[in-house]
């Protein structure tokens, strides 16, 4: 055997792993903006109390943890059971939009959040008989209309931990706006009809945003109350065409999916992942999530000044499902093409970079 | 699921040590467990010791120790345990007249725990200032009695400092259905809590079993928001208080309990809804286990109510340690 060939095989794995190993935590690199940074220390006592999600309750008397770190690592260690985390912020909402979106990272198990003492959102289940959802991202649309401009703001967190570490335990911990979503010139996030096998929690029904029949897009579904749902779930969306805008050489974009789906506009299919798949040399399934739904809308099928429809039928194998990021909208193809190149660059697969850097 | 070893899974420390001369005799006497008992004109053993060793040579059979111990230097009353060794082979302990704990099974139906190694929780209410210890032990062959091991009363330094302390004697029954016979709880068994099954008469026993108490509650618990604390349980647990739900290990389905492989060494605190303790009546809680394999039981840690702002202090107090 020669030793040569070994060892630079030796290395070519190394520096997969490598590549690996960074890209992990990774999910993809996007153009949100942060307007508010919640990492850092936050007010925290175990135990449970409906009082403890007021604006008015004085929390003075409480520890400090940080966030986010599973409160095993904050000293409680072997603790189980409920917990509440609380802090407030300031915020200048961008005019443009209606919503922001709070990201409160990974929670182990089951979580409510409330913001200014109103439920923004909740996944898993809990106790007596919980569920987790320790898996899913939580990011939850906050109407503007609730928050403070002038003066402080209260988000507060109840969890519930059923076994080993609990809390607030990882992933990206803010308020943020997607700017690609401005540059939609017909924005098509908010509300989508929703049609699957299952029906919402029940405890998700109590969200302000929740809406009978509807899924707040973008989202993973298991935080918008679908946590058990593995399989498939249709997304409709009626709207008028501006009769301003071209119905030539438009894009639509239909954010990031898990896993998979195939998109109708007015009854014509106009793609699926597995097309992008192939255009974009991708090799496995298990990155169908990374890819940027932006689909080529042929030449006057949308319908100047009146009525369009948009199906998305979206597959998840395993894990969280949904449309869960966008930008979510339609525009002409000189906006798309740098948004889509970007996200191209910045979302290659670690092995697909493995396979640039040594073969091309 | 455990192993041998997690009756050490407590962090205990020695407060009072007992290795020394206890009073001891041969026979068998239900009344030397009483405090009042006489014993001066018993003999002398050095404890930790086989009684062969100590002029009881070729004795098989039924023997007593007994010895007494101040508990006013003793601080923590909640959080104490009586540590004996090794004990060959069957025992069963009382402190001023209460059965605190068991270990194998006495004749007829025989089944040694001479490698068991327990410590009994010290119930706080039966503590007075001068305790008697009375221990009676089966030999049935080869080495009899308190043989070896560090004696003493322990403290267990996470232990949560009740409002209301359920350790002791609770009724058992082991079966998947066991709980719907619980209005027929008088004639299930006796088995001391906390502690595995398989020390107190149920050897390699797996599977489910039900534990079951009723206890009368103060009226300022029963309208505080409280937490039942059941320290470790062995290895995934269901739990009724007055038949509610209040608590359970995820689905508390068997096949669950591999990927809930630890889940033999997690705490259990469960949030009481209020209003569901009951002051005039009496309350029960009905707590039900699976066990895969190995130790099974509610086996350690402090058992019974505190409440919630109780619990956070304990929980504060215990982070900053």
């Known amino acids: 055997m020669n030793s040569n060939i070994k060892i630079l095989g030796l290395n070519k794995i190394l520096l997969l792993v490598i590549i690996t190993a960074f890209s992990a935590g990774n999910v993809h690199a996007k153009d949100l903006e942060s307007l508010v940074n919640l990492k850092g220390y936050w007010k925290f006592t175990i135990g449970d109390d409906p009082d403890w999600a007021s604006p008015d309750y004085n929390d003075s008397k409480w520890t400090k943890v940080f966030v986010p770190q599973s409160w095993e690592q904050n000293g409680f260690q072997n603790y189980n059971g409920y917990a509440w985390y609380r802090r407030t912020f300031t915020i200048t909402p961008p005019k443009s939009a209606q919503y922001v979106y709070l990201n409160m990272g990974y929670i182990d198990d089951a979580d409510q959040v409330y913001v200014n003492g109103k439920l923004v959102g909740a996944s898993g289940k809990m106790g007596p008989k919980s569920e987790t959802a320790f898996g899913i991202p939580r990011m939850y649309p906050i109407p503007k209309s ?4 002038e003066g402080a703001n209260l988000i507060a967190v109840r969890v519930y931990d059923d076994y080993n570490d609990g809390g607030i335990t990882g992933g990206e911990i803010n308020i943020s706006f997607d700017s690609d979503q401005f540059k939609m010139n017909v924005d098509l996030s908010g509300y989508w009809d929703f049609e699957t096998s299952i029906e919402a929690d029940e405890s998700n029904r109590k969200v302000i945003t929740y809406r009978e029949g509807k899924i707040f897009v973008p989202g993973f579904w298991e935080a918008r109350g679908y946590n058990q749902l593995d399989g498939r779930a249709v997304y409709t969306k009626s709207f008028t065409y501006p009769a301003n805008l071209s119905t030539r050489d438009q ?3 239909a954010g990031r999916i898990d896993d998979v789906d195939e998109v109708y506009l007015n009854g014509e299919k106009i793609g699926s992942s597995s097309q992008l798949r192939r255009k974009h040399r991708r090799f496995s399934y298990s990155s169908d999530h990374l890819i ?57 697969s670690s092995f697909q970079k493995f396979l640039d850097y040594w073969f091309d | 699921m455990g192993s041998a070893s997690i009756s050490f899974a ?17 026979g068998d006497k239900q009344e030397w467990a009483n405090p009042e008992f006489n014993d001066s004109d018993w003999e002398w053993i050095d404890v930790p010791s086989a009684w062969e060793n100590k002029g009881f040579h070729g004795y098989d059979g039924f023997a007593w120790y007994r010895t007494t111990f101040s508990a006013r230097q003793l601080h923590d009353k909640h959080a104490l345990y009586l540590q004996l060794g090794y004990i060959d082979d ?17 004749p007829p139906r025989f089944s040694t725990a001479y490698n068991v190694f327990r410590s009994y929780k010290l119930p706080p209410d039966l503590l007075q200032e001068t305790n008697t210890i009375a221990v009676r032990v089966y030999d049935d062959g080869g080495e009899g009695g308190i043989i070896h091991g560090n004696i003493g009363v322990m403290m267990d330094v996470d232990a949560v400092p009740l409002d209301v302390d359920l350790s002791g004697s609770w009724k058992f029954k082991t079966g998947q259905y066991a709980h719907e016979s ?14 595995n099954w398989e020390d107190q008469g149920y050897k390699n026993y797996d599977g489910y079993a039900c534990y079951a108490l009723e206890f009368n509650l103060e009226e300022r618990f029963a309208k505080d928001r409280m937490v039942l604390t059941l320290g470790k349980i062995d290895d995934i647990d269901q739990v009724f208080v007055n038949g509610v739900l209040v608590g359970q290990s995820g689905e508390f389905k068997p096949q669950t309990v591999h990927e809930r492989s630890n889940s033999w060494q997690q705490l259990r605190g469960y949030y009481l809804p209020t209003n569901l303790l009951s002051a005039s009546e009496k309350n029960t809680i009905v707590v039900r286990v699976y066990d895969a394999t190995l130790g099974g039981g509610i086996y350690s840690g402090s058992i019974g109510l505190i409440s919630q702002d109780n619990y956070i202090k304990y929980w504060n107090k215990r982070r900053n340690k």
């Open chain 2, 10 to 26: 407590q962090d205990l420390k020695k407060v009072m040590d007992l290795s020394h001369r206890w009073k001891f005799s041969i």
């Open chain 1, 292 to 348: 940027l739904r932006a689909y080529d809308i042929p030449d006057n099928l949308l319908n100047k000044g009146g009525e369009n429809t948009i199906e998305i039928m979206v597959r998840d194998h395993t894990g969280p499902g949904g449309i869960y990021d966008g930008p979510i909208g339609i525009t002409d193809r000189e906006t798309a093409s740098p948004i889509i190149d970007k996200s191209l660059k910045d979302n290659k």
């Open chain 1, 251 to 253: 894009v639509l974009f």
């Open chain 1, 146 to 149: 609730i928050l403070n401009k």
């Open chain 2, 182 to 195: 619980i209005d027929q709880m008088e004639s299930w068994d006796d088995i001391i809590v906390p502690g």
């Open chain 2, 90 to 106: 069957v025992h069963e302990v009382f402190v001023n007249g209460v059965r605190i704990g068991l270990s194998g099974k006495f």
